[in-house]
């Protein structure tokens, strides 16, 4: 089956600057590969996704990238703030049912 | 449209007790999941459904079982408690199963079993 590897586990910035999280995947087979955000206490929500036809793909602030080839993907947040304090999850997945999420990065943004 | 409701939010169990969290969905989505979030680590499968009547093992589903007999609710049931099972639980949604659609999560339910 499928196997997420994500990296940092924790990850310190300040405001303002870029933070980058990487995750790497077992399964070539894999197609779809969206990023949830976490508050603490709270449900995870869907941020960004990426589909495996696409190179890249930005939302404002953020942005995911995929290289199929070496099977890993990552997630950018420029400028950021505080409030992007949380913990991030990778997932890949070829449907819903197989999806294998990473095991977490925690942000934390100092003002 | 509340989206996907679960509890109870918060419980303690004794070792071999049972109980269930309910969940329940009001976007008329066919995909129900239930996830495990155990400190520190990603989300693992439980079980999930496809749509009323038929459930699926995941990842993780030795102590749990589930039933669909609704495309609104699903239950998760906890036979004998053991304290591994100690962990949050999400219950999720979504549309369709393929790739790509978006996945639904509730508040969760924390539970400690002692």
């Known amino acids: 089956g499928e196997n997420v590897e994500q990296h940092p586990s924790t990850l310190s910035v300040q405001e303002g600057d870029s933070a980058v999280i990487k995750c790497t995947y077992s399964d070539s087979a894999s197609n779809y590969f969206p990023w949830y955000k976490q508050e603490l206490g709270k449900r995870p929500q869907l941020i960004i996704d990426?589909?495996?036809?696409?190179g890249e793909k930005k939302d404002q602030r953020i942005a995911v990238t995929l290289n199929k080839t070496a099977k890993h993907f990552s997630l950018h947040i420029t400028e950021t703030q505080p409030e992007d304090s949380a913990v991030y999850f990778c997932a890949a997945s070829r449907g819903n049912n197989d999806m294998r999420f990473g095991a977490g990065t925690r942000l934390t943004v100092k003002p | 449209n509340a989206g996907v409701t679960q509890t109870p939010k918060f419980r303690i169990l004794k070792i071999g007790q049972s109980m269930t969290l309910q969940c329940a969905q009001d976007m008329n989505h066919n995909y129900m999941y239930w996830y495990r979030q155990d400190p520190g680590m990603g989300l693992k499968l439980i079980y999930y459904?496809?749509?009323?009547?038929?459930?699926d093992q995941g990842e993780v589903p030795n102590g749990y079982n589930v039933s669909r007999s609704t495309t609104e609710d699903f239950p998760l049931r906890l036979e004998l408690a053991a304290p591994s099972q100690t962990s949050v639980y999400f219950c999720?949604?979504?549309?369709?199963?393929?790739?790509?659609?978006?996945?639904?999560f509730g508040e969760g339910s924390w539970l400690t079993v002692v």
């Open positions: 990426i589909r495996s036809n696409v």
């Open positions: 459904s496809v749509g009323a009547g038929i459930t």
């Open positions: 999720a949604s979504s549309y369709k199963g393929g790739s790509g659609n978006t996945i639904y």
